[in-house]
Each structure stands twice: as structure tokens, then as C-alpha cells.
């Protein structure tokens, strides 16, 4: 399900959805979902990179797009996907 609704999601208004995708991604441990959920959370890093703030763009938080919170568990969460 997942892998599957990762395929479909938005780019824009990340702020909407990311909190509830990262609850899903805490509660299962799978090598497709931290594939998926880290390959969304690196597009989605790049496209809110823009110069100018376009309409959609997730407003900065404490590290980029990302809280303190999410952004330790994405490269806990990263890291421990590049070792394996």
C-alpha cells in the first residue's frame, strides 16, 4: 500500500501529508518502504530548494522543509539503509 501511495503523491503541499507518511514509515520496517519513502523525501528536498518561493512550496522549518524530529529519523533512518 505504501509503495503505492508514494508513487502518487504530490510534490507540492508536502506540509499536508508528510507528518502522516512519516508516522506509517515509524511503524513498519521494510526495505521497500525505506526505498520509497527515502526516494520521496529526496524529491521532495529538491523541489523545495527553489530561489523563489513558488505557490505549493513547503515553508522552512528547523532543517530545510523538514522539523528537527523528522530530519533524525530520515538520516537515522538513511544511514542505516546505506549500510545494510
Not at 505549493?56 to 523538514?66: A, E, H, T
Amino acid at each position: 500500500m505504501i509503495p503505492v501511495l508514494t508513487s502518487f503523491i504530490p510534490t507540492t503541499h508536502a506540509q499536508l501529508y508528510m507528518p502522516a507518511f512519516f508516522k506509517l514509515w515509524e511503524a513498519f520496517h521494510s526495505g521497500v518502504i525505506e526505498d520509497r519513502m527515502i526516494e520521496r523525501c529526496g524529491i521532495l528536498s529538491e523541489n523545495n530548494l527553489a530561489i523563489e518561493r513558488a505557490e505549493g512550496n513547503s515553508p522552512w522549518k528547523d532543517v530545510g522543509i523538514w522539523t528537527t524530529q523528522e530530519w533524525n529519523f530520515l538520516i537515522g533512518r538513511g544511514s542505516g539503509y546505506m549500510s545494510a
